[in-house]
C-alpha cells in the first residue's frame, strides 16, 4: 500500500534483522476522544450490542477515523506476573496501572476497552482504586465487545495509541491517525521506527525492551501522560495530522479501482485462477 513496502524495507535493512509477526489475542484497546459526547456513545451502544461480530477479533480492530487505542492486558492478579505463565506475554499489574495513571493524569476523553475477565481474574486488580469515580465524567469504561468501527468514524476521536502490530497500523494510516507508540515484541519495534522517524506520524512512550523483559524497563506516568497530550496537541504536531492525512489519501487510493493494492489482489486472483 502506497509506499509502505519500501519504506518499511528500508527500516528493517538498517536494523538489520528479519521480521515476524506474533498473535497477541489476550490484548484489548484503550481509547481516547478529543471531546466527549456520552450521548452518542450510548446511543451507539443501545443500536448495536445485539448484534456482535460472527468473528471475535483480538484487537476489535476495525477501519478508523481517529481514536486513540492501547493494547491492555487486564483481569489479571498482581503476582500472576512474577509466577509462570502459558500466556506469552503476561504483564504486571504496574504496566496497567500506569497506563491508567497517564491517561487520568492526561486530562483527556476517553473511551477504554477491555476484555470481560473469566476464571480466576475476575476483580479486576489492574484498575487503580477510584479511576473510574475521579475520571467518570471524561471517561467510559467498556467491559466486554464494543461497536469499535461506529466509534472510531465518529468526527469526536482524535488518535489512539497502538502495540504497534503491522495490520493495526495500516489501519491507523488508512485513516488519517496520529499514533502514539508503544511496542511490546516481535517487529513491533521496526515498525515504530516507521511510523515516528520514516512517516513521522507517531509520538513514542519510550519502550525499549521486549514485554518479557518489562521488569527492566518501566515507562512512567509521565511519559504516557506526555505522548498522549502530545498527539491530541494542535500547533506545531498539526504538522504531523496534516501528513498522516496525506497517507490516508494515498492509501485509499491504493485500494480504489485501478489502485496499487486493488491491481495487486486482482493480479494474485488471476494467477491462481489461471
Not at 465524567?137 to 497502538?162: C, D, N, S, Y
Not at 519510550?206 to 502530545?230: C, F, M, P, Y
Request: hydrophobic share 40%; net charge neutral.
Amino acid at each position: 500500500m502506497c509506499d509502505f513496502r519500501r519504506n518499511y524495507g528500508s527500516v528493517g535493512a538498517t536494523l538489520g534483522s528479519s521480521l515476524c509477526a506474533v498473535n497477541f489475542n489476550r490484548w484489548t484497546p484503550l481509547m481516547v476522544a478529543r471531546s466527549w459526547h456520552r450521548n452518542w456513545l450510548e446511543e451507539i451502544l443501545n443500536s448495536t450490542k445485539d448484534q456482535p461480530p460472527k468473528i471475535p477479533y483480538p484487537f476489535l480492530c476495525l477501519p478508523v477515523m481517529s481514536i486513540i487505542k492501547i493494547a491492555l492486558v487486564c483481569g489479571r492478579r498482581e503476582n500472576d506476573c512474577l509466577t509462570p505463565c502459558r500466556d506469552p506475554f503476561p504483564v504486571c499489574l504496574e504496566r496497567t496501572c500506569t497506563v491508567a495513571s497517564g491517561l487520568e493524569a492526561s486530562g483527556a476523553s476517553f473511551i477504554w476497552v477491555v476484555r470481560k475477565s473469566t476464571g480466576d481474574y475476575d476483580k479486576e486488580e489492574w484498575l487503580p482504586k477510584g479511576f473510574e469515580d475521579r475520571t467518570k465524567e471524561k471517561g467510559m469504561v467498556i467491559r466486554g465487545w464494543a461497536p469499535q468501527v461506529l466509534i472510531l468514524e465518529h468526527q469526536a476521536t482524535g488518535g489512539f495509541m497502538t502495540h504497534c502490530g503491522w495490520n493495526l497500523l495500516l489501519e491507523g494510516v488508512a485513516a488519517g491517525l496520529p499514533m502514539v507508540t508503544w511496542p511490546t515484541g516481535a517487529e513491533q519495534f521496526y515498525n515504530e521506527k516507521l511510523v515516528t522517524q520514516v512517516l513521522r506520524t507517531g509520538v513514542s512512550v519510550g519502550a525499549t525492551k521486549h514485554v518479557r523483559n518489562l521488569g527492566d524497563e518501566i515507562i512512567s506516568r509521565e511519559k504516557v501522560e506526555k505522548a498522549v497530550r502530545e498527539v491530541l496537541a494542535w500547533g506545531e504536531e498539526e504538522e504531523r495530522r496534516i501528513r498522516i492525512k496525506k497517507l490516508a489519501e494515498m492509501a485509499k487510493a491504493a485500494v480504489a479501482e485501478g489502485g496499487s493494492s486493488f491491481n495487486d489482489l486482482n493480479n494474485f486472483i488471476h494467477e491462481f485462477s489461471s
